[in-house]
């Protein structure tokens, strides 16, 4: 079945600097979508991405879509403690529509 | 407009009882997902319903689990004879439409279960 990787695991970084999560299919994907989960909470949608090649941008976060969508990135600039938690992106299979999570990218910020 | 609704939020039980998760989903949604998360882990999808039909079951263990999303009422995920490695955290999750048709998820709080 469709699996969907995330690097890396985990990162950790000094508050101010940016982050990059990266999310790689091994199969074309119809949308991709990322979620955030806080420390013991439930994820959140963020956004999701359908075009090849896409980009979008909500503040500090910046989400792309590769050309063959079969990848994708979350960037983070300037990191603040509010964004400490775990990124996961999550793709839908072609034929029987479950949501796939990737593993996860676990964001730790040194003050 | 309330969002998706677990129940209970914490739940322990002994080895050999039986544990029932309750969710609500979102006014609206038809659509509704349970994922384990073992801590520290990812979300491992488990089911897929639509209301009165199951979609997709491929990642519900063969056997002591079931789920149901009846006409009328939540979403139940019913776990029989629970052991130790069954403790975990169990999101539900409802959407308005299908994944592939841009249905974002909403996640309820979770159901923290563990298995003395």
């Known amino acids: ?18 982050f990059t999560t990266y999310c790689n299919s091994s199969t074309t994907l119809s949308n991709i979508q990322w979620y955030k989960q806080r420390p ?7 956004i999701q991405l359908v075009k090849s090649g896409e980009v979008k ?3 500090r976060l910046t989400f792309q879509f590769g050309e063959a969508k079969k990848n994708s990135s979350l960037h983070i600039t300037a990191t603040q403690t509010t964004d400490v938690g775990t990124y996961f992106c999550a793709a839908p299979n072609f034929g029987n529509e479950k949501l796939t999570f990737g593993t996860g990218t676990r964001l730790t910020i040194i003050p | 407009n309330a969002g998706v609704m677990q129940n209970p939020r914490h739940l322990v039980r002994r080895r050999g009882q039986e544990a029932r998760l309750r969710c609500s989903p979102m006014k609206g ?16 999808f488990m089911v897929y319903l639509q209301k009165e039909n199951i979609i997709d079951e491929s990642g519900m263990p063969k056997e002591r689990f079931s789920a149901e999303f009846p006409k009328e ?7 029989q004879q629970v052991v130790r490695g069954d403790s975990a955290a169990y999101f539900c999750a ?10 974002e998820l909403f996640f309820g709080e979770g159901s923290r279960l563990t298995v003395l």
Do not use: C
């Open chain 2, 73 to 79: 009422g939540p979403s139940i995920l019913r776990i």
């Open chain 1, 40 to 46: 013991g909470g439930h994820p959140v949608f963020l």
């Open chain 1, 1 to 18: 079945g469709q699996q969907v990787m995330q690097i890396p695991q985990y990162q950790h970084v000094q508050e101010g600097e940016d």
């Open chain 1, 57 to 59: 941008k909500q503040k």
């Open chain 2, 94 to 103: 409802s959407s308005v439409d299908r994944p592939a048709n841009t249905g």
């Open chain 2, 29 to 44: 949604h038809s659509h509704v997902y349970w994922y384990r998360q073992l801590p520290e882990e990812g979300l491992k």
